[in-house]
């Protein structure tokens, strides 16, 4: 420690933001060059070399780290007070395929550079500090999203681990290829009495601070998300000699579900629903179409919303096959209530940015995160900083330095509060 002022605080503490640029550039270099964007996508080959880089961080922060059963890479500094509960920091590391170079990734470089600090200037907190890079956030072919953050709060079920991509490779089969043990994934779960706080600083996503010209904002809560697909059975005809009003055409009857779920969530407030894969047996013109599968979510960040849209979606599905003479079947996925952020700790966070100079605005999460999980172990809070264009899951995603700059700062003046509060 540079002056030994054990369990001193210092007032504010600056962030050394070339450091974290530059963890921007390196790991921006880690990723899959057969897709667009910046893609490292989970437990691939660039996955599990950025988070050797993140390990090797965080040693050389002095955190004391290791990797669990699933591939959390988790980093540890003993505070004072060893009976003293964790505050934990993270975010995680992995993208969406064509995916960009913030998300998620801010909030890992972030929590480190908490560390650095702390290191740089002495200060020893009363608690332990525990950073995490969450495995897997963003999901899989398997359909399961907070893999790593699941794990740790020990909702990554039997379910989860054998649900199967389409070519029948099992969650727990991506897992054990990237070098990890998924049958141990019992080890991985934190007691939350171990716990006092979790923090993650992220990208917005989404135009609202930008709109608002507003450069923090604190999470009030974080959007439920419920997956969906609809089977459509039609009747398989020849497409040249079958009248239009005799046909009992899937593809028709899916589009038309497409374009219902995106109805049906306009129709809602704070309701989004999306699509994502429209995929028929036979890719034939001249053939009718006999099965289509439509694939989407909705997101609400109240519960009564998702509901409300999984009923309009379920009363719509016989409308949509009596106009098609098609016969459909909709199975509901997982589905992730919203989660609420704890309003004492988003007090706390809102306070931190204040001693750092910076008005915060408070916000609901479109997007969903780790936290939802962790806010099961402990109170979550969570830092946005704006996305330029509200653009994100994309190449385009951008976040101007001086914005990373002012959320690592008031993240390190909330990791101080949070220890003094
Ligand atoms: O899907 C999400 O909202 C997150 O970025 N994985
Ligand atoms: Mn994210
Ligand atoms: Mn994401
Ligand atoms: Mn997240």
Not at 41 to 62: I, N
Not at 77 to 94: K, L, M, N, Q, W
Not at 248 to 265: E, K, N, P
Request: proline share 4%; with cysteine.
């Amino acid at each position: 420690w540079a002056d030994g002022r054990e369990g001193q605080v210092s007032a504010t503490i600056e962030p050394e933001i070339g450091w974290v640029q530059e963890g921007l550039d390196h790991l921006a270099t880690l990723v899959d060059p057969s897709l667009p964007g910046w893609s490292r996508t989970g437990f691939s080959v660039q996955d599990v070399e950025g988070r050797h880089w993140v390990a090797q961080q965080m040693r050389a922060a002095g955190l004391s780290t290791h990797v669990d059963a699933v591939g959390n890479v988790i980093g540890t500094f003993e505070g004072t007070a060893p009976a003293a509960p964790a505050i934990v920091v993270g975010s995680h590391s992995d993208t969406v395929p064509g995916g960009g170079r913030f998300d998620g990734i801010v909030g890992v470089l972030g929590a480190i550079e908490v560390a650095r600090a702390l290191r740089r200037t002495g200060t020893r907190l009363t608690h332990e500090l525990r950073i995490v890079d969450f495995a897997n956030e963003e999901g899989n072919p398997q359909g399961v999203k907070l893999v790593g953050s699941r794990a740790i709060a020990g909702t990554l079920g039997h379910d989860h681990l054998q649900a199967t991509d389409e070519g029948g490779v099992s969650l727990a089969d991506l897992i054990s290829r990237a070098g990890h043990s998924p049958e141990k994934v019992h080890t991985c779960r934190w007691d939350r009495a171990g716990l006092a706080a979790y923090l993650e600083l992220h990208i917005e996503q989404g135009p609202v601070l930008e709109r608002n010209g507003a450069g923090i904002g604190v999470v009030t809560r974080v959007c439920g998300i419920s997956t969906f697909h609809l089977d459509v059975h039609g009747r398989r005809d020849h497409a040249g000699t079958t009248p239009m009003d005799t046909r009992s055409d899937a593809m028709c009857c899916g589009a038309a579900a497409v374009l219902a779920v995106q109805r049906i969530a306009a129709a809602g407030s704070d309701t989004v629903g999306t699509v994502g894969a429209l995929t028929t047996t036979s890719p034939l013109t001249n053939v009718i179409s006999n099965f289509a599968r439509v694939t989407g979510e909705f997101r609400s960040p109240h519960m009564a919303g998702l509901r409300a849209l999984a009923e309009e979606l379920e009363a719509d599905i016989p409308r949509l096959d009596a106009a098609h003479r098609t016969t459909s079947s909709l199975s509901w996925g997982h589905t992730d209530p919203p989660a609420v952020m704890d309003r004492h700790l988003s007090d706390v966070v809102v306070g931190a940015a204040a001693t750092v100079g910076h008005e915060a605005v408070r916000l609901y999460s479109g997007a969903t995160h780790d936290s939802v999980q962790m806010s099961q172990l402990a109170p979550a809070g969570m830092i946005f900083v704006p996305s330029a264009g509200g653009r994100s899951h994309c190449p385009e995603e951008w976040t101007e330095l001086t914005d990373i700059e002012r959320g690592v700062r008031v993240l390190i003046q909330a990791v101080l509060d949070v220890d003094t509060g």
